[in-house]
Structure formats: C-alpha cells, structure tokens
C-alpha cells in the first residue's frame, strides 16, 4: 500500500476587476451620493485596500467619472430611442417623463437620477462632472424641440429639465411609481397645450 502525499497549492489571489468596480461604485454613489461615501467604504465594498483602490483609479473623482461614463451608457433614459421623428414632440417629451418614472423607482436601494442628484452634491468637482452629463442631456431634447419648435425650444426643455428633478428628488423621498408616473402624465398634459401640432 503506498501512501498518498496531499500536495498543497497555492492559489493565485483573486484577481481585481475593474470594470466590476465601477458597477459596485455606480450602486453606492446612486444610494447615498458622492458626498456621503468615502473611499475606506468604497475600497471594502470592492473587497481591496485604499492603496490598491488609488492605484485603480487615481482617486474617489477619477472613479466618479467612470461611474457617470458608465451611467451614460446602461442607466440613463434613451433619448435617442424616445425622441422621434414620427410623432409630435409632446408625445415624446411625454414618454421620456414616464420612463425616468419607471427609471427613478426601478430600484429601492437606488432611486431618482445618479445625474440630476450628483449635480446638486457639495464637491465642486464632482457636481461640475455630473452637470456636464446633465446639460448633454438637456441639449439633446433642446435640439428635438427646435427642429419643430425653435421659439419654444428653451422654455420647454426647462419645463422637462425641472420636471425630471423634481420627480428624482420626489424618488429619493420615497414617492412610489404609481405617483411619479401620475406627475409625469400630469406635465405630458401641460407639454400637449403648450406644443400643440
């Protein structure tokens, strides 16, 4: 009878995932925004240390910014799918506010806009990123107004500017879905007398 030997091995350690990272980041900064999450909870929510989270990222405004890029990209209302050609623009603008209802009370941890409520954080540098996003957004619905309606162009992205933070402040405060998406019927029945075609 021989005996076996139990060989031991090493395992490497797991490797960082940054991309993950950024995900795990995205869902603090959405819950609790930028200025109320530290990099000591962002290094242990992504299972490293400080130094190694600094040598991923550069610093907690370096991660911010490929949380907001990534927002862009997955989280944020499609503009470009809502705002069409062929029908009128306040039933467009209208399905815009009914999705950010659905997107702002999509996630009970998370809710409201990652971009609307970053653009009110205390940082400078960190409201100054999200508002970049923000006024992207907001030119993006100005120049789908202009096409048919240049003269009401800035009054009426205005109107849906202040409509959509009021309904992610109104999230954050624990408004349900059923409501915002009330408010967002309410103002697609403003936005219809104002831009009737």
Do not use: W
Not at 3 to 30: C, M, N, S, W, Y
Not at 38 to 65: D, T
Not at 107 to 115: F, I, K, S, W
């Amino acid at each position: 009878m021989t005996a076996t030997k139990k060989v031991q091995t090493r395992g490497r350690p797991r490797r960082f995932d940054p991309d993950e990272g950024v995900a795990i980041a995205q869902q603090l900064f959405h819950a609790r925004g930028y200025d109320a999450v530290g990099v000591a909870e962002i290094a242990a929510a992504l299972g490293i240390n400080p130094p190694s989270f600094y040598a991923a990222f550069g610093n907690k405004m370096g991660l911010y910014g490929r949380v907001l890029d990534r927002y862009a990209a997955t989280g944020a209302i499609p503009l470009a799918d809502l705002l069409r050609p062929d029908k009128t623009v306040a039933a467009c603008l209208g399905a815009v506010l009914e999705e950010a209802a659905r997107r702002y009370a999509d996630n009970p941890e998370a809710t409201g806009c990652l971009v609307v409520e970053g653009a009110r954080s205390d940082d400078p540098e960190a409201r100054a990123a999200a508002c970049v996003f923000q006024r992207g957004a907001e030119e993006v619905i100005r120049t789908y107004i202009s096409a048919r309606h240049p003269d009401k162009a800035d009054d009426v992205t205005d109107f849906v500017g202040a409509t959509m933070a009021g309904m992610s402040a109104k999230a954050r405060s624990g408004v349900s879905l059923e409501r915002l998406t009330a408010i967002a019927r309410l103002a697609s029945k403003a936005l219809e007398q104002s831009l009737q075609e």
